[in-house]
């Protein structure tokens, strides 16, 4: 969990004075005071990535040391020799890099084959979980493929299922704060698999590389992200099973819509019927009433995360900025100039000097058999008539 999400888990969690918070972090009232007044940008630490001597062996010496584990101890090679054949291939580290590294793979293995569940019942405002599927629908008379947000609080089961065209951050962003807004508040953590738009890289083990914003979200939200292990997914068992139970309890019944907004409202109303119609199973009552005794755990829902994606974006000289094939007018003044492209789920911001230049309405267009648009605004070319 990053720094910034500790200290305002403390603040607006557990409801604790700056001064406790200063005496648990050893950080001064006056550093916390600043995070706290920062909102959802994560403080950065220039700590530059090194990479390891020993990271283009590292599979080769995975390798070495799970065939001399299935030997005798009497013929396994030891540490230093596999350190001196390593030296043979071109390895230039040092003996304890290659110690560290088996030292590491063996605790890995150890723990690997024990089985690791989630349990069954959960405090009530203690946990969510989210996953992705597909599905289609109609949509403007179009039979279309969707990218399928499931969210689902774990103690109540309340959940929601969201559609959208895309599996991407700005997409991901949008979910959780339509979750969230659903359920009436936060949860304290949220569990997910290892999807790349949360996760940039997956380590060994629990240790993962998040990506900075949605660490940024999870900040701003007050949560604590965790990922199940590679191809576990029972550790989210209860979304999985909301992705089986989704298709025949709404899909397979859903009629056309005009648009995706429609779609999305569609869904929100059949979610919420269902939980009224749905038993829990482990509780008395169905989720409706579970969820209506849950809401007071949730921690008070803020405002929304600004959840854009951001893109360097130069200009052409006929004022036009292109993105995912279509192109877009902005004011004539900036021709020839760098600006920021903001990426919403159905908008686009162009940003320069610290200033919104103009928006436009989002295309989202797969089919790149159909030629790419261009969206103009008369109104950014009355500099140059």
């Known amino acids: 969990m990053g720094l910034l999400n500790i200290i305002r888990r403390m603040a607006l969690r557990e409801k604790q004075s700056i001064r406790e918070i200063s005496r648990r972090t050893g950080l001064s009232r006056n550093t916390i005071a600043k995070y706290l007044n920062a909102g959802a940008i994560e403080p950065t ?40 054949d390593l030296v043979v291939l071109g390895f230039t580290g040092s003996y304890g890099r290659v110690a560290a590294f088996a030292r590491e793979w063996r605790a890995d293995q150890q723990t690997a084959g024990r089985g690791i569940f989630v349990p069954l019942s959960f405090r009530p405002g203690e946990a969510f979980q989210f996953d992705w599927s597909e599905d289609y629908a109609v949509i403007g008379g179009e039979r279309v493929k969707l990218q399928v947000a499931h969210m689902k609080l774990s103690h109540s089961r309340a959940f929601l299922v969201r559609a959208y065209l895309l599996q991407t951050h700005e997409m991901l962003f949008d979910a959780h704060w339509h979750g969230f807004r659903v359920f009436g508040g936060v949860p304290g953590r949220g569990i997910y698999d290892n999807m790349k738009t949360a996760v940039d890289r997956v380590g060994r083990g629990k240790e993962r590389q998040v990506n900075v914003r949605f660490l940024a979200m999870t900040n701003h939200y007050v949560f604590a992200p965790e990922f199940c292990n590679p191809a576990a997914g029972w550790e989210k068992g209860q979304v999985e099973k909301n992705v089986q139970d989704a298709r025949p309890r709404l899909w397979q019944q859903m009629p056309d819509f005009a648009d995706l907004a429609a779609l999305n409202t569609w869904l929100e ?22 969820w209506a005794g849950e809401r007071a755990s949730l921690m008070a829902l803020p405002t929304a995360f600004d959840g854009f994606v951001e893109q360097s974006k130069r200009v052409s000289p006929t004022c036009l900025v292109t993105f995912e094939r279509h192109r877009y007018s902005v004011p004539a003044s900036f021709a020839n100039r760098p600006v920021s492209l903001r990426i919403y789920p159905e908008r686009l911001v162009v940003v320069a000097e610290g200033n919104v230049l103009c928006e436009h309405v989002r295309i989202i267009e797969r089919d790149h058999h159909k030629p790419p648009r261009t969206i103009y605004d008369w109104r950014h070319y009355l500099a140059v008539i």
Do not use: M, N, Y
């Open 269 to 290: 109303q059949h979610c919420h019927d269902l939980w009224r119609e749905t038993p829990h199973g482990a509780l008395p009552g169905t989720i409706a009433d579970v």
């Open 45 to 84: 630490f220039t700590v530059p990535e090194r990479p390891s001597k020993l990271d283009p062996f590292a599979d080769k010496l995975s390798g070495w040391l799970k065939t001399e584990a299935g030997r005798s101890r009497k013929q396994r090679r030891t540490l230093k020799q596999l350190h001196a």
